[in-house]
């Protein structure tokens, strides 16, 4: 019977060894497996983007600040490939990792996460169908959702996954990728064709041609009869029984707004009409003409998109408002004289023209993509400088000679909050009812603390609500409290030292050890903690943490 009596004692004796045992170093698992490889001929292309920013900044007479720590950089890559920040898991076993190049192979590792596929869909998804639920009777932007998170899962070529969501046939239940186009479904109204058209023409191609529906675009070359020839390819989608379909029967009307008159509109594009196969249907056609090789406004727009999610700021703003390609000839009354964003010099290749090559050069590998950006000298630099002449800061931060700061979006703050909350790796393997209370906090916190929608790439200030939320919100006081089952909880429990408590916590919420005032600040009020106030000794400096400048943005 005294084993009985001794069981208690000896469970919580292997918890508390298991748990300082996690706190010190990583699982066997996470130590010795192994890493996702990354893509072979990296070295062909990272010397080339390196090549580009060194020849800008001496031409823009710019010194870069000098490269980051590379946890700082682990920080980065985790908020903008999964949002969220690397657990303590994950911490220890890549300071672990001794071996060359650990920041390219923990990237790739990371591209192979099902956290990725997940969060980067939604990213994408924000620019090619936006953010509103729709009629849901013929509209599930979940299922496209799934749909899409698992090509990026397969990484599919991105062409392929165009031409599926511009010409796709079927439920959209059944073939979730014809989404795309119930997006554009209003009730009682059908098919609004000019709005999948100006969706179209932002998501792929990265050019707003909207204000070209009702008359020639004031600032821009498009004409108004462009923009409906472009409608036009939508001109017969048709909704029927079996879902989303070809009527070709159907024809494409506009209206004369001199005349009141309706005149019938043949499909035709605004350049490169050699492009568009004369054989298929409308939208299969237009599908062609916006994939085909030749059209570099589909790389562009996707590299500049991938670089403003990855960097927090795109190389070109707005992301979807992008110039033409320097050196292509289009006709029209504005374009004489147009200058490109970033002043190229004379003979100067663009930036997205060098990434959007070497995109179409090896497969449209969207993970190779992600994998030279992040291993180019831009991101790799730190976010601060000594200078405090701010004129020449400025023009750092617009040729990315320092890693440009930017706020966390909601999603990120939640990820970073709600994996804070853990020793371990909070990920598609943690247990199902963790995932669920994690959705459904994420949805809420999300809703209370405002989202951008498909504009989350443009600049925002912080607010008061989004501050008093991360002070005082359920979601960050869940995660403070010091229990027997939350990181917080455990590192007062377990953590040997005030030195060690104080690196965990650092660790744990902003993915570095405290600076050498920080410790000396603190170390001194924790040595005056009661053992039994350690816990709320933790969630005080949790709290401080959390409420940080530094835990808010992508620094």
Known sequence: MRWKLLLPGIVLLAVIWLVSFVTDQPLKGIATEESARPTADLDESIPKVNSFFA?????????????????AVLRRITLALMGTVPSLEEIRAFEQDSGPDRLQR????FLHDRRYAEYFAERLARGFVGVEGGQFIVYRRDRFLNWLSGQLEANRPYPELVREMIAGNGLWTDEPEVNFVMAGYDDGEGFNKNKLAGRAVRAFLGQRIDCAQCHDHPFDHWKQNEFAGLAAH??????????????????????????????????????GDQWEPTKGTRRERLAAWVTHPENRRLERAIVNRVWGLLFGRSWIEPVDDLPDPPGEQVAGPNIEGAKHPKSLKAGERDLLDLLGADFREHGYDLRRLIEVIVASKPFLLESKS???????????????????????????VIGALYQASSLTTVDQNSHLISRFIKLTRSNDFVKE?????????????????????????????????ATPFTASGRISQMAPNDEKFLELCYLVCLTRRP?????????????????????????????????????????
């Open 55 to 71: 020849k800008r900044w001496a031409g823009e007479n710019l010194q870069p600040v000098k490269q980051a720590d590379e946890l």
């Open 106 to 109: 923990w990237t790739a590792r």
């Open 234 to 271: 939508f001109g017969q989608l048709k909704l029927s029984p079996v879902g989303v379909r070809e009527d070709r029967d159907l024809k494409f009307e506009v209206e004369d707004r001199h005349t009141l008159e309706k005149k019938v509109v043949e499909p035709a594009v605004p350049f």
């Open 386 to 412: 000594d200078s405090d002449d701010v004129p020449r800061l400025d023009r750092m931060k617009e040729h990315f000679a320092i890693f440009p700061l930017t706020r966390l979006r909601p999603e990120q």
């Open 449 to 481: 603390y405002g989202d951008l929608g498909e504009n989350e790439l443009e600049d925002r200030a912080g607010t008061i609500p989004q501050a008093l939320l991360r002070m005082n919100g359920n979601l960050t006081k869940e995660t403070i409290d």
């Open 515 to 555: 600076a050498a005032e920080e410790a000396d600040y603190f170390l001194p009020l924790l040595k005056q903690v009661r053992p039994k106030r350690r816990g709320q000794a933790v969630e005080d400096l949790y709290w401080t943490l959390f409420n940080s400048p530094e835990f808010a943005w992508n620094h």
